[in-house]
Nanobody, 116 residues
Framework: QVQLVESGGGSVQPGGSLRLSCAAS????????MSWYRRAPGKERELVAS????????NYLDSVKGRFTISRDNGKNTVYLQMNSLKPENTAVYYC?????????WGQGTQVTVSS
């Protein structure tokens, strides 16, 4: 079955960096778009970044452009989110997602807390 397992979250001070990873299994990873979403306390879930199958098409939420970088390694079935210059408003649970045909699959999420 499809499994998405996020890791790399934690607590950092403003201006710090974190690298999230999402290990995928149970499907042909390289055939599908992968995305990172987040849900901040009291807010709706929002799309942070997405990356095409080969990595050539990437989209970002406007507020993270220039600070976050999504990438993937199809040989390792893993998608990454490098987050630099973190701000308190980036505090959220971050989820990895795969859209496989008509179904959306989600990981369990990893908490990112940015606080001084």
């Amino acid at each position: 079955q499809v499994q998405l397992v996020e890791s790399g979250g934690g607590s950092v001070q403003p201006g710090g960096s974190l690298r999230l990873s999402c290990a995928a299994s149970g499907f042909t990873f390289g055939n599908f778009v992968m995305s990172w979403y987040r849900r901040a306390p009291g807010k709706e879930r929002e799309l942070v970044a997405s990356i095409s199958r080969g990595g050539s098409i990437i989209n970002y939420l406007d507020s993270v452009k220039g600070r976050f970088t999504i990438s993937r390694d199809n040989g390792k079935n893993t998608v990454y989110l490098q987050m630099n210059s973190l701000k308190p408003e980036n505090t959220a649970v971050y989820y990895c997602s795969a859209k496989i045909t008509v179904n959306d699959y989600w990981g369990q999420g990893t908490q990112v807390t940015v606080s001084s």
